[in-house]
């Protein structure tokens, strides 16, 4: 084919199918050769050789890197947020838990968005409890079997908001477990943050922080996972105020993109005690180097919205990429950090995912905490629940009850 007709033909390309990413690699054989950047070396070349180097050198580098091209910036917390209690402390399961309901108005201005948060904790604790912080899919009234949650508004797919009544439920969570061991077990819902969908940002936080003469987020900007992330943040600050709660003990969990979120959230506030990210694949915890799976081109392709602008350099070179997704990882350390996956997620790569935890390791180990203690890819049902953990069921994409267990032994394990 000569110039002309390959221009030609390049013109005559449908723009949907010119944007298309290539088809997954589902072969080992190809997920190809790569050099992981090293977590314990700076920029400047010289080698991180203890703890406070790493806190006060390397992590604040590594963190500058994921904000610059992958998660844009994320503003403080606005001076005129304000916390609305309107459940101040129902007893409901038989007395046995104490549910409150709070509603985070984001500013000042009580008609821009807001966010309810719902907590149970158990009704009898003589003391603060751990707190399992969920981030949800779904508005709270269909997150729990609970007559007395407010009905909260949903996105539906034609992208209005409607009651949840309208909407389908995401699985139950799973309330009287975490009481009866002593844990309290709250929610949010990711749409009251911003919805998902390219071009939602007005109706969520972002739209809220553009500059002055700004019309959309820059390419360094935040996108929707750095505005969830941020929700997290300020559930985080509303927890910190309740006398019920020990705010050094909160667990955050999410899946999917969520569960990207919670590895963001989690690097990003360090009070944050404990990070549970499920199926979190590309963009999350899995190697964007390796080519299994969904690639950095699939997620700019169709969720170019969830990450700032720069993500978009790197589709065709992630090895351009000046961070990996054990970076990520490392940036949660020296707190306990489980990735849960599935055998058959193929998308997600959750290979890939082990791979990065092991890559992770010596961050653990040199904070003092337990790597996953080997590089052998362990068969499904059998986790690993060390300070850097891994667990992967037996079936596809999502938390399947068999993994709330888990996640239940990994919190008595490390937050009890
Ligand atoms: C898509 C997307 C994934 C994402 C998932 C989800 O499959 O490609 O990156 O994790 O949606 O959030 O369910």
């Known amino acids: ?26 072969d080992e054989s190809k997920a190809g050769s790569y050099i992981l950047p090293d977590p314990l070396v700076l920029a400047s070349g010289k080698r991180v050789r203890n703890a406070t180097m790493w806190r006060e050198q ?26 609305d209690v309107f459940d101040k402390g129902t007893a409901v399961r038989d007395g046995k838990a104490i ?3 709070i509603t985070i108005h984001f500013t000042a201005d009580k008609s821009g968005p807001r966010m309810d948060l719902l907590l149970y904790v158990p009704a009898h604790s003589p003391k ?12 709270n009234s269909l997150t729990v079997d609970d007559p007395g949650v407010k009905e909260g508004l949903i996105w539906n797919r034609e992208k209005k908001l409607v009651p949840a009544s309208q909407g389908r ?7 009287d477990d975490f009481i009866a061991r002593g844990f309290g077990i709250a929610t949010v819902y990711y749409g009251d943050i911003e919805p998902d969908f390219a071009g939602g940002f007005p109706h969520g936080v972002r739209g809220l922080f553009l500059k002055p003469g700004q019309t959309e987020p820059g390419p360094g900007d935040w996108g929707a996972i750095g505005a969830w992330a941020w929700g997290l943040s300020r559930a985080m600050d509303y927890l910190e105020t309740d006398k019920n709660v020990d705010a050094k003990r909160v667990a955050i969990a999410g899946v999917s993109r969520l ?23 590309e963009g999350g915890a899995a190697l964007s180097r390796r080519n299994y799976g969904e690639t950095i081109k699939n997620l700019n392709t169709r969720f170019s919205y969830q990450f700032a602008g720069n993500y978009q350099k790197f589709g065709d070179h992630p090895d351009s990429l000046p961070v990996d997704a054990h970076m990520l990882l490392a940036l ?6 489980l990735l849960s996956t599935g055998d058959q997620d193929r998308w997600s790569d959750p290979r890939g995912e082990f791979l990065a935890a092991v890559a992770a390791g010596p961050v653990y180990r040199l904070l003092g905490k337990q790597d996953l203690g080997t590089d052998q890819f362990p068969p499904a ?7 850097l953990g891994y667990s992967m069921h037996a079936g596809g994409h999502g938390a399947i009850p068999s993994d709330w267990d888990v996640f239940l032994q990994f919190m008595e394990k490390y937050l009890r």
Request: proline residues 13%; hydrophobic residues 40%.
């Open 381 to 387: 049902g059998q986790p690993i629940l060390h300070t």
């Open 128 to 139: 603060p409890v751990p707190v399992l912080l969920h981030l949800s899919f779904t508005a």
């Open 99 to 101: 549910r409150k309901q």
């Open 58 to 83: 390397r992590r604040p580098e590594i963190l500058r890197l994921f904000e610059e091209n992958m998660h844009g910036h994320s503003p403080p917390r606005p001076p005129g947020m304000t916390f």
């Open 332 to 337: 949660i350390a020296p707190r306990p950090l």
């Open 259 to 281: 569960g990207k979120t919670v590895l963001w959230a989690g690097a990003e506030d360090q009070r944050f005690a404990m990070v549970i990210a499920s199926c979190s694949g």
């Open 169 to 175: 439920g995401f699985g139950k969570l799973r309330v």
């Open 1 to 26: 084919m000569n110039r002309t007709i390959l221009a030609l033909s390049a013109l005559l390309v449908p723009a949907s199918l010119a944007q298309s990413p290539p088809p997954a690699n589902y």
